[in-house]
């Protein structure tokens, strides 16, 4: 429920839900273990947030996931109604291709080819509250990236401008977008956990952690 409710809702009106939720699914893991959150190290409680492919518990966030949720259900639910064209020169016809519609997302904004400008029109209605929320979504998805400190050489999802929000280059990102938003960051956090451990910074690499950490795949 909290999923799709965070999917099709604005950001600033599903948060304090997908806090609720969070919170009912931290006491619960407290009844269940024994140990409340409060009680874990700085790492256990990273790993835990981490999906199990990055060694981790995949007890993720709602909160986190807010912003890749929203973006996800926007390309879903936006993109397909306008008129666009294929990379085979095909046009795909609009559920909704009526000029209040087109006069709001602009003509012409998702054809193919023109991923890196599709939501300028859309950006440039002042005081719209779905320009607002995308504004808002997408800049959470790249303060989340950027605060696991990726720093990457080339382009990636979470680097394009938010003129092409959901996109990488020229290339559309629409189907499950909400997966790989949602992955990019968590890389970025699995990466930057294990440099952290290879190097010993935070956590001694005699301690029990960071031991933990680094053996996790030898056995």
């Known amino acids: 429920m909290g ?3 965070c999917r099709n809702v604005s950001p600033r009106l599903s948060l304090q839900l997908a806090a609720d939720l969070e919170e009912g699914i931290v006491s619960l893991v407290k009844t269940a273990t024994g140990f409340g ?3 874990l190290s700085d790492v256990a409680r990273r790993r835990l947030r981490l999906p199990v492919r990055y060694r981790g518990c995949s007890l993720r966030k709602l909160t986190d996931r807010i912003a890749s949720e929203y973006m996800g259900g926007m390309c879903q639910g936006i993109l397909p109604m306008l008129n666009r064209t294929t990379a085979k020169g095909g046009t795909k016809v609009g559920i ?3 000029p209040s519609v087109i006069a709001l997302l ?3 904004s998702f054809y193919e080819g023109k991923e890196a400008t599709r ?3 859309l950006l440039s209605h002042e005081g719209l509250a779905l320009a607002a929320d995308l504004r808002d979504a997408w800049g959470q998805l790249q303060a989340q990236y950027a605060a696991a400190g990726a ?4 382009p990636t999802l979470l680097t394009q401008l938010i003129d092409g929000a959901g996109s990488l280059s020229e290339q559309p990102v629409t189907n499950k977008l909400t997966r790989a938003l949602t992955a990019s960051v968590e890389e970025a956090r699995y990466l930057q956990l294990d440099h952290e451990m290879v190097l010993g910074s935070d956590v001694p690499l005699h301690h029990q952690e960071n031991a933990a950490w680094r053996n996790c795949d030898r056995y």
């Open 151 to 154: 720093a990457p050489s080339t």
């Open 119 to 121: 939501w300028t029109r």
């Open 96 to 98: 909704l291709n009526v």
């Open 3 to 5: 999923n799709y409710f």
């Open 37 to 39: 959150w409060e009680e």
């Open 106 to 108: 602009g003509a012409g």
